[in-house]
C-alpha cells in the first residue's frame, strides 16, 4: 500500500462517548497533518527474531536519573534492562517462554512499606523492584507468580487508599485487576482478584493515570477507552476516540498506550496506531490529559545515528529529566521493521526526547552555576588513635604560615582536667555525649607549626581518645572560621548526620564525626566526600573518627546536614559541620 502523508481525522473536539459502547454519530473529518520528529537514540536488538520486543517501561535511579533504566519484555524468552545509552544491562530468561507486557511504580506504599514495584506477566504475573547499587532487578512475588495469563500489564498506585493495583488484560479482551499485599510482612508480594471485565475484543495496551484516577485500554480494532482505576466501577467506561474507519484520529491496530503527566496534574495521553496495513507509516496520537481532547499527532523517524519507529506496539514516557540527552523527559517506541542507521536486526526501542514529541511548558531551568572558584584547598590531616593519659600527633609538615589548622579531640568523658593543645590554639567548642566528650580548636599557622608536635593530655587516668589535626591553605589569616556547629546523636543509629551552618561565597565545608561504642571499627564516608582521615580504637568503648570535604568549595547558603554511616550502632556520638572563609 502506499505510504500516507495524512489522514481522515475528527475535528478537534468532535468526539464525546459516555456509558458503555454508545457513541455518538462521528462529525465531519477533516485531515490532520503528521508531525515528523527525529528519534536519538536506539537500543541494542533483542535477542530473538520475529516479532518479539513488545512493551517498555522507565525505571528512574532514586540518586542519579542519567543510571536510569528502560524495561522491556522479549516476548519470545525475556524481560530486558537498558541504560539511557542503549547498552543492555541485564536480561532475565528461564521459565515459562512467553513474557509480557510490563509496567513500573516507584515509592508506592504497599502493606505499609514504600517499595519499588516492576510487574511482568511470565508464567503468571511476577514482581520485581530494582536494587538501585547494581540496577538489577530482584524478584518479589510470593510463590510461583499470581495466576494469570494475559498479555498486557499496567499498574496503579491509588495515594487515597494506599492501595497499588496490577491490570492484566488477555489478548482476547478480557480485564482483571489485582489488589497487591504481603500477607505475611516477608517482602514478597501477592494479588487478590478485584475486578474482571470483558473489554470486548481483541485488547492488550493500557496505562492508569494516579493522579485522576483514569485507567486507559486500547481495544485494538475499536479505540482507545477510559475507565476508573476503581475496580468498585466494574465495566463502565467512555470511549476517548475511534480508528479512522468510524471517523477517528487511531488507525488499526490500536496498541500502546501512555501518560505525560506534566506537573500541576496537566499532561497528555499517548496511543499507538499499529497501522498494520501501512506499516512505514505508523504514528501516534495525542490527548490532552484531563479532557481527552485530541492535541497532535506525531510520527518518529530516523536521527543521525538511529533508526525510525514502524509498526509501533509498546510507548512509554516519563517527564523526569534523565540528563543532558533528555532534559525534559524521554519518550520510548518499540520498533518493529529496525532498519539503518542504527543496529539493524531484530527489533528494538527508539529513544526521543520529550519536549520533541508533545508541547511541554516552558523549558526546564538553567543548572545552578557552579560555585564560585575558592582559594581554600585541603593540605593534609593526621590523626593519633590510642588508650593513653597524652596524645600527640604532628602538623603537616607541607603546612605554611597563615594556613588554618583544625584540632579535634575525641575521648570517653570524665572526671578530671584535659591539658593542652598550647598557646596559639583558640577553642571553639566542647560537646559531650553521654561519655563521649569532642572538643575542636583552631589555629593560624606560623613559620613554626610545619611538622611540630601537638599534644593534649588527661593525667588524670588513662582514657580511649582520638586526636586529629588538618591543616588547610587559602583561608581568611584572620578568623579563618566562618560559621561552625555540632550535633549529639539523639538516638541509637549507625547513621550520624551533621548540623547544617551557613556557607559564605567559596566557603569550605569540613565535616568530622566521631562515636564511642564497643562495635565500631569503620566509617562510610558521605557521596562526594573525600575522606582525609579516619581512626578507629580497640576494645570496650573505643573511639572511632572520620574527617572529609567535598574538595571543592560549597554553595552559598545553608550547608551540612551530611550523613555518615558506621559499621555499628551507638547512642554516643558527636557530628561536626566547619566552614572555612576564603582569603582575599
Not at 575522606?531 to 580497640?538: E, K
Request: proline share 8%; net charge negative; aromatic share 6%.
Amino acid at each position: 500500500m502506499q505510504a500516507r502523508s495524512a489522514r481522515f481525522l475528527v475535528a478537534l473536539g468532535g468526539l464525546t462517548l459516555l456509558g458503555a459502547g454508545l457513541v455518538s454519530p462521528p462529525p465531519a473529518v477533516a485531515a490532520d497533518p503528521v508531525t515528523v520528529v527525529p528519534s536519538l537514540r536506539e537500543t541494542v536488538p533483542v535477542a530473538h527474531g520475529g516479532d518479539a520486543l513488545d512493551d517498555p517501561a522507565v525505571w528512574v535511579h532514586p540518586d542519579d536519573p542519567a543510571r536510569s533504566l528502560v524495561l522491556g519484555n522479549d516476548k519470545l524468552g525475556g524481560l530486558e534492562t537498558y541504560d539511557l545509552a542503549g547498552n543492555l544491562v541485564q536480561r532475565l530468561t528461564g521459565g515459562a517462554s512467553f513474557w509480557g507486557n510490563v509496567d513500573v511504580r516507584q515509592g508506592v506504599s504497599v502493606a505499609g512499606t514504600v517499595r519499588d514495584v516492576v510487574a511482568v506477566s511470565h508464567g503468571g504475573l511476577q514482581l520485581y523492584d530494582v536494587d538501585p547499587a547494581t540496577r538489577q532487578l530482584r524478584r518479589t512475588t510470593e510463590g510461583t507468580g499470581i495466576p494469570d495469563t494475559g498479555e498486557g500489564v499496567c499498574l496503579h498506585a491509588d495515594a487515597a487508599s494506599q492501595q497499588v493495583h496490577v491490570v492484566v488484560i488477555t489478548i482476547q479482551g478480557r480485564l482483571r485487576q489485582y489488589r497487591l499485599g504481603d500477607a505475611d510482612a516477608d517482602g514478597l508480594l501477592e494479588g487478590t482478584l478485584v475486578r474482571d471485565v470483558e473489554v470486548g475484543a481483541e485488547a492488550e495496551g493500557c496505562v492508569a493515570d494516579d493522579d485522576t484516577g483514569a485507567l486507559y485500554v486500547s481495544e485494538e480494532e475499536r479505540g482507545l477507552w477510559r475507565y476508573s482505576a476503581d475496580p468498585a466501577t466494574a465495566g463502565a467506561r467512555t470511549l476517548v476516540d475511534t480508528v479512522d474507519s468510524t471517523g477517528g484520529h487511531l488507525a488499526a491496530d490500536v496498541e500502546g498506550v501512555t501518560l505525560v503527566d506534566v506537573a500541576g496534574g496537566t499532561g497528555y495521553v499517548v496511543a499507538s496506531a499499529q497501522n498494520t496495513d501501512d506499516g512505514d507509516n505508523s504514528f501516534f496520537v495525542v490527548y490532552d490529559r484531563l479532557t481527552n481532547a485530541y492535541v497532535t499527532t506525531f510520527r518518529v523517524g530516523a536521527g543521525p545515528g538511529s533508526g525510525d519507529c514502524d509498526r509501533t506496539d509498546g510507548i512509554t514516557a516519563t517527564t523526569v529529566p534523565l540528563g543532558p540527552d533528555f532534559p525534559q523527559g524521554l519518550f520510548v517506541c518499540q520498533d518493529h521493521d529496525n532498519a539503518a542507521p542504527g543496529a539493524v536486526g531484530n527489533q528494538n526501542f527508539k529513544y526521543v526526547p520529550l519536549q520533541t514529541v508533545v508541547p511541554l511548558p516552558g523549558t526546564p531551568p538553567p543548572p545552578p552555576p557552579p560555585p564560585p572558584p575558592s582559594p581554600v584547598s585541603t593540605v593534609a590531616a593526621a590523626v593519633t588513635n590510642a588508650n593513653a593519659t597524652a596524645w600527640t600527633t604532628r602538623v603537616p609538615a607541607a603546612a605554611r604560615p597563615g594556613d588554618a589548622l583544625l584540632l579535634f579531640f575525641s575521648r570517653s568523658a570524665g572526671p578530671g582536667t584535659l591539658r593542652g593543645p598550647g598557646s596559639g590554639w583558640t577553642r571553639v567548642r566542647t560537646l559531650v555525649d553521654g561519655t563521649l566528650e569532642t572538643t575542636l580548636w583552631r589555629r593560624v599557622a606560623t613559620a613554626a607549626d610545619a611538622g611540630s608536635a601537638v599534644q593534649v593530655s588527661y593525667p588524670s587516668g588513662y582514657r580511649k581518645g582520638a586526636l586529629t589535626v588538618a591543616a588547610y591553605r587559602g583561608t581568611r589569616t584572620t578568623t579563618p572560621l566562618s560559621d561552625s556547629a555540632a550535633a549529639p546523636e539523639p538516638g541509637t543509629s549507625a547513621t550520624h548526620l551533621t548540623p547544617v551552618v551557613t556557607a559564605p561565597p567559596g566557603g569550605w565545608r569540613v565535616s568530622y564525626w566521631a562515636d564511642k561504642s564497643a562495635t565500631v571499627t569503620s566509617w562510610t564516608a558521605p557521596t562526594g566526600e573525600v575522606r582525609r582521615s579516619t581512626s578507629a580504637g580497640t576494645g570496650s568503648g573505643r573511639i572511632s573518627t572520620l574527617l572529609t570535604d567535598p574538595a571543592a568549595a560549597v554553595d552559598a547558603g545553608p550547608t551540612g546536614g551530611l550523613s555518615a554511616q558506621a559499621d555499628a550502632a551507638t547512642d554516643k556520638a558527636t557530628s561536626w559541620t566547619v566552614v572555612l572563609a576564603p582569603g582575599g
